[in-house]
């Protein structure tokens, strides 16, 4: 069974083109490790993202040493590169709960990120832009 999400409206810093907001895809997931589970996450749906990405305050409010898991470097599309730490957490979207190893990084502009590895390698994604709002529809892979 597939459900269907709209894209969330983002308001722009600097408006561009007089366009005020942007949309994006986006869930609100919660993780949960050591009997503990984050406040709801605003997440960014990524599918050129290689991996999920959560702020690092929210590995430590679910009682993680975020800096002893094993260090990840990543880069985005302007070259800057950020660090990360590995650690493994359940996720929850809605009905749907699984493990997954996520990177917790202290230099992220969002609480979330969904990535290929953690969340697109669960669920298939597909994406439309002909209503208003977009949305973009998920559906759980069985064996995953």
Same mark, same amino acid.
């Given at each position: ?14 408006p561009e083109a007089g366009q005020s907001f942007v949309w994006r895809p986006a869930l609100t997931v919660v993780l949960h490790e050591n009997h ?22 929210? =590995?430590? $409010?679910?009682?993680?040493? *975020?800096?002893?898991?094993? #260090?990840? &470097?990543? @880069? +985005?599309?302007? %070259? ?14 809605? =009905?749907? $709960?699984?493990?997954?190893? *996520?990177?917790?990084?202290? #230099?992220? &502009?969002? @609480? +979330?990120?969904? %990535? ?29």
């Amino acid at each position: 069974m597939s459900i269907t999400y709209p894209y969330t409206s983002f308001v722009l810093s600097k408006p561009e083109a007089g366009q005020s907001f942007v949309w994006r895809p986006a869930l609100t997931v919660v993780l949960h490790e050591n009997h503990r589970k984050s406040a709801p996450i605003r997440s960014l749906v990524d599918t050129g993202s290689d991996r999920c990405i959560f702020d690092g305050q929210i =590995g430590e $409010s679910l009682g993680l040493r *975020v800096r002893d898991g094993q #260090e990840y &470097s990543f @880069g +985005g599309v302007v %070259g800057a590169v950020a660090t990360g730490y590995f650690h493994k957490v359940r996720m929850q979207l809605g =009905g749907s $709960s699984y493990e997954t190893t *996520v990177v917790f990084c202290y #230099e992220l &502009s969002v @609480g +979330g990120i969904l %990535g290929q590895l953690g969340f697109f390698d669960h669920f298939v994604a597909t994406f439309d832009w002909t209503p208003n709002p977009p949305v973009f529809e998920l559906e759980r892979i069985p064996q995953n």
